[in-house]
Antibody
Framework: QVTLKESGPGILQPSQTLSLTCSFSGFSLSTSGMGVGWIRQPSGEGLEWLADIWWDDNKYYNPSLKSRLTISKDTSSNQVFLKITSVDTADTATYYC?????????WGQGTTLTVSS | DIQMTQSSSYLSVSLGGRVTITCKASDHINNWLAWYQQKPGNAPRLLISGATSLETGVPSRFSGSGSGKDYTLSITSLQTEDVTTYYCQQYWSSPLTFGAGTKLELK
């Protein structure tokens, strides 16, 4: 059974760094062809892909945010991490992690971030 | 970047009827297209990948078609639980991009 769960700070002030953790089970990021991605969704709006990390440690970022994003993984603990630097109100959203074989086939429940001073 | 355009933000639908949701890519995506269903307060759920492959557990009233730049999600015999929001997504090239979503509303 594949499950993913996101965790994060809930609220940040502008200019702070967001650190998100995706803890998963039911698959391994050491398996060839497996990846995990991050996607976010502001309330009432659409979905925006942020980054992917793959079994071979290849990483891909959305160019619109690339300078602010860092994705990493700890294969032994089944966790994927995403850092977003210099957050502002536009980063207020629900952040999802999802397993990626090709498309995103399993999603976490999401963690909500509010950026407010 | 490949832009994904869902031409209808809203569609008015009838229970028991058929609905077709369209998605157009700004470039050819070689059927590397997924459809997701999202209910309020929930994460998206993958319905279809590879433009036409139904995911395990997804009712057969859902189907996908298309090629090149143009894709459709069809739902027949629409049920109450189907009246929600649907997104297309291309995974042919990075950055991965989603359509803006189509929300179904009952007539």
């Amino acid at each position: 059974q594949v499950t993913l769960k996101e965790s994060g700070p809930g609220i940040l002030q502008p200019s702070q760094t967001l650190s998100l953790t995706c803890s998963f089970s039911g698959f391994s990021l050491s398996t060839s062809g497996m990846g995990v991605g991050w996607i976010r969704q502001p309330s009432g709006e659409g979905l925006e892909w942020l980054a992917d990390i793959w079994w071979d440690d290849n990483k891909y970022y959305n160019p619109s945010l690339k300078s602010r994003l860092t994705i990493s993984k700890d294969t032994s603990s089944n966790q994927v991490f995403l850092k977003i630097t210099s957050v502002d109100t536009a980063d207020t959203a629900t952040y999802y992690c999802a397993r990626r074989g090709v498309s995103f086939d399993y999603w976490g429940q999401g963690t909500t971030l509010t950026v407010s001073s | 970047d490949i832009q994904m355009t869902q031409s209808s933000s809203y569609l008015s639908v009838s229970l028991g009827g058929r609905v077709t949701i369209t998605c157009k890519a700004s470039d050819h995506i070689n059927n590397w297209l997924a459809w997701y269903q999202q209910k309020p307060g929930n994460a998206p759920r993958l319905l279809i990948s590879g433009a036409t492959s139904l995911e395990t557990g997804v009712p057969s009233r859902f189907s996908g078609s298309g090629s090149g730049k143009d894709y459709t999600l069809s739902i027949t015999s629409l049920q109450t639980e189907d009246v929600t929001t649907y997104y297309c997504q291309q995974y042919w090239s990075s950055p991965l991009t989603f359509g803006a979503g189509t929300k179904l509303e009952l007539k």
